[in-house]
């Protein structure tokens, strides 16, 4: 019996693992939106030193692009899918470091002084020119 207790905990977290994996690489689909726009996705980071979350350029609900003081261009990924990334103001609600946007800070999206949606940046990604 505690074999198989064991041999079904092993199971489970190899699954577990092999399911964070396959969610944190992009899917084709985002690829082809970011390759539409110039881009190809490069290596996982954290930070975007001096990114301005404000000054992004849309690829759908989920994910976005922002510019860092480096004049890089990075993948914002968040998530669950945030709306208002297309055209509202995101107001930062809980980061990391002030003037910077990393993976785990919060904001959220407004809309005449009414939160529409509340996002939580997941996983961010260097992006290469084409």
């Keep these: 019996m505690r074999k198989i207790f064991t041999s079904l905990l092993v199971l489970f977290i190899a699954f577990v693992f092999a399911v ?19 881009f190809r996705i490069g290596p996982e980071t954290n930070t ?32 669950q899918s945030c709306q208002g990334t297309y055209s ?6 809980l980061t990391k470091i002030q003037g910077n946007v990393s993976q ?12 529409l949606a509340r996002c939580e940046i997941r996983w961010v990604y260097e992006l290469e020119p084409t």
Aim: charged share 30%.
């Design 48 to 79: 975007i030193v001096g990114g301005d979350i404000n000054k992004r350029t849309y690829v759908d609900k989920r994910n976005i692009i922002v510019t860092g003081s480096d004049s890089r261009s990075y993948l914002v990924r968040f998530r």
């Design 88 to 93: 509202k103001q995101m107001v930062p609600r």
């Design 20 to 38: 964070s994996a396959y969610a944190r690489t992009p899917s084709g689909s985002i690829e082809d939106s970011v390759a539409e726009l110039g």
């Design 104 to 115: 785990y800070d919060k904001f959220v999206t407004r809309y005449e002084g009414r939160t």
